[in-house]
């Protein structure tokens, strides 16, 4: 279990720098920076908007549905562009797309999740 952990530990920097650093040698170093200042500020405005709306719906007791996943996913995506570097921004991009972020809620529900009524005998 080390293995992996430290795998990952150190190969997403790892892997995040070198493409910093050649994306910085091909359209240079300020413009990489204000790339990444950009993505970073974007993951702000994400999880600003989502972190009260998604809040407000679990305190309603709402059940877990798409809607309801999709502000997690959002906020996944906020910490991905938050996180510096382009690799992590290309995971966050997809997340950011209402279609591909519904997919993905389902998916996640259909596999892990069923309906608050299930468990406790009222549906």
Known sequence: MCGPLLLLIIGVPAVELVVIIEVGRR???VETLCLLAVAFIVGLVVIRGQVAQNLRRMQ???PPNAALLS???LFVAAVLLMFPGFVSDALAL???VPPLR???ARLIIR???RPLGSR???V
């Open 94 to 96: 997809p997340l950011l």
């Open 27 to 29: 359209v240079g170093s």
């Open 102 to 104: 519904s997919a993905l």
């Open 120 to 122: 406790t005998g009222l």
């Open 71 to 73: 502000g997690p996913l």
């Open 60 to 62: 309603q007791g709402l």
């Open 111 to 113: 596999r892990y999740g």
